[in-house]
């Protein structure tokens, strides 16, 4: 199982992560805005995670690593 680690301060919700998700498991967080007024991206089910780096390769500010 990949695990998805996000760094929400860095995070500017620009959402190229979201779509880029071919699993649709990526979310503009509702309840978090961060330091920089943004509301960040977060999985919402971390288990159906593939692993499969689209959304880190797709993130201008390198805000996501993935661990497998």
């Keep these: 199982m990949a695990v998805l680690?996000?760094?929400?301060?860095?995070?500017?919700?620009?959402?190229?992560c979201v779509r880029a998700c071919p699993k649709g498991l990526l979310i503009l967080s509702e309840s978090f805005i961060n330091h920089q007024g943004y509301h960040p991206v977060e999985i919402k089910e971390m288990e159906k995670c593939i692993g499969c780096i689209s959304c880190a390769?797709?993130?201008?500010?390198?805000?996501?690593?993935?661990e497998k």
């Design 5 to 16: 680690y996000i760094d929400q301060e860095k995070c500017k919700g620009c959402e190229l």
């Design 57 to 66: 390769l797709t993130c201008p500010d390198i805000c996501i690593e993935i």
